[in-house]
């Protein structure tokens, strides 16, 4: 141990509580072990965000979650029993394959929060690196703080632990590092805009445009989310690079004029959110990176398993089993 001051200590450290961090953690505390979350926002869920305007709702990230995992979809159907989840639909097209759509409820957060029931997370909490030091972690915080972890599992987007990692020196085998910068992020802007009355989008309240500027239309009252009229647009990646520095009312305005006919009312008010880290471009063969087996660092997140919710989830379980061969090898 060193002669620093340590704040707090943790069996195994799980950083980011989105989806592959809330399901790392809690397969490894079903396992026995001691998790901790940390998390650098005021809430959870990651992409999983439900905001409000007024009395409007809005799922503003990600829309839905599906699931051709036996496992995630049970865990899906529990959620539905417990109040969590519901079906919102099978598809947007006559052409859908037809496979289940679930939104949280009453918003995707909602959801989140269903998978954090029992975990210990703590939030507003920023880690700037972290080093090896014997059989645990060491990682320092952006308050000054300095946290203890017997292992550590980085689900925060690939761009971000890599910054993480060369903060706190540590190195990386070539192949890895050479798998973990190849990896790149869309980025998505996304509006929240709350409407006079009922939108021009058809039952179920999603759907796609072949062309222009944006990438997703959805009306959260259609969908079950929102009591009022409000729809969320998610701008395609090439327009949200290109306009991602500009000013974000402007951006806005020029996206809602791009979706009048969807709209087809006025609108009374809106929002800008930048998702920097929208959705990977490209996925990484493996599940999740072991960048040291001890004391163990794995990452997670769906630029490992799939571009999904589910993607994430199963990610964080590989993650989580990797941790737990290594501590039960040491």
Same mark, same amino acid.
């Given at each position: 141990?060193?002669?620093?001051t340590?704040?707090r200590?943790?069996?195994? /450290? ?11 953690a809690?397969?490894?505390q ?6 901790? *979350? ?7 869920g ?10 409007a709702s809005?799922d503003?990230?990600a =829309?839905f979650v599906t699931?051709?995992d036996?496992?995630?979809?049970q865990?899906?159907?529990? +959620? %539905?029993a417990?109040?969590?989840a519901?079906?919102? %639909?099978? !598809?947007f ?5 037809g496979?289940?759509?679930?939104? !949280?409820?009453? !918003?995707?957060s909602a959801?989140?929060r269903?998978f +954090? *029931?029992?975990l ?5 909490k920023?880690v700037?690196?972290?080093r ?7 990682l320092?915080m952006?308050?000054g ?6 292992a550590v599992?980085?689900?925060?987007p690939?761009?971000q632990s890599l910054?993480?990692l ?8 070539p192949i *890895? &590092? =050479?798998r973990?910068?190849s990896?790149h992020?869309?980025r998505c *802007?996304?509006?929240?805009?709350v ?5 021009? /989008? ?12 944006i ?5 959260? =009252? ?6 009022e ?5 998610? +701008? ?10 500009q ?7 020029h ?5 009048a006919?969807?709209?087809?009312t006025g609108?009374k008010s809106? &929002? ?5 880290y929208?959705k990977p471009?490209?996925t990484d063969?493996?599940s999740c990176a072991?960048?040291?087996?001890h ?8 630029a490992?398993?799939g571009?999904?919710?589910e993607?994430a989830?199963l990610?964080?379980?590989a +993650?989580?089993?990797a941790?737990?061969e290594?501590?039960?090898?040491r």
């Amino acid at each position: 141990m060193t002669t620093e001051t340590m704040n707090r200590s943790a069996d195994v /450290l799980v950083i980011g509580a989105g989806m592959a961090g809330l399901s790392a953690a809690s397969s490894l505390q079903k396992a026995g072990r001691k998790p901790l *979350l940390i998390d650098k926002g005021r809430g959870i869920g990651g992409r999983m965000a439900t905001r409000r305007i007024g009395a409007a709702s809005f799922d503003h990230g990600a =829309q839905f979650v599906t699931a051709r995992d036996p496992h995630f979809e049970q865990i899906l159907k529990n +959620a %539905c029993a417990a109040g969590a989840a519901v079906e919102w %639909c099978r !598809g947007f097209t006559a052409e859908a394959d037809g496979h289940p759509r679930w939104r !949280g409820t009453p !918003g995707m957060s909602a959801l989140a929060r269903y998978f +954090a *029931l029992g975990l210990e997370i703590v939030q507003e909490k920023q880690v700037t690196s972290l080093r090896p030091e014997s059989d645990h972690w060491i990682l320092s915080m952006a308050d000054g703080e300095t946290w203890s972890a017997g292992a550590v599992i980085l689900t925060a987007p690939v761009p971000q632990s890599l910054v993480l990692l060369e903060a706190g020196g540590v190195p990386l085998e070539p192949i *890895l &590092q =050479q798998r973990l910068s190849s990896i790149h992020y869309e980025r998505c *802007l996304a509006v929240m805009a709350v409407l006079d009355g009922p939108s021009q /989008l058809p039952p179920p309240g999603g759907f796609a445009p072949a062309k222009g500027p944006i990438a997703w239309i959805a009306d959260n =009252q259609l969908k079950g989310v929102s009591s009022e009229p409000a729809i969320t647009l998610h +701008a395609t990646d090439a327009f949200s690079v290109a306009h991602w520095d500009q000013d974000r009312d402007e951006t806005a305005r020029h996206l809602l004029a791009a979706a009048a006919e969807w709209i087809g009312t006025g609108i009374k008010s809106h &929002q800008v959110h930048g998702w920097r880290y929208s959705k990977p471009l490209q996925t990484d063969p493996h599940s999740c990176a072991v960048v040291c087996s001890h004391p163990p660092l794995v990452l997670a997140g769906d630029a490992f398993a799939g571009p999904r919710v589910e993607g994430a989830a199963l990610s964080g379980w590989a +993650a989580a089993a990797a941790v737990l061969e290594s501590l039960n090898h040491r």
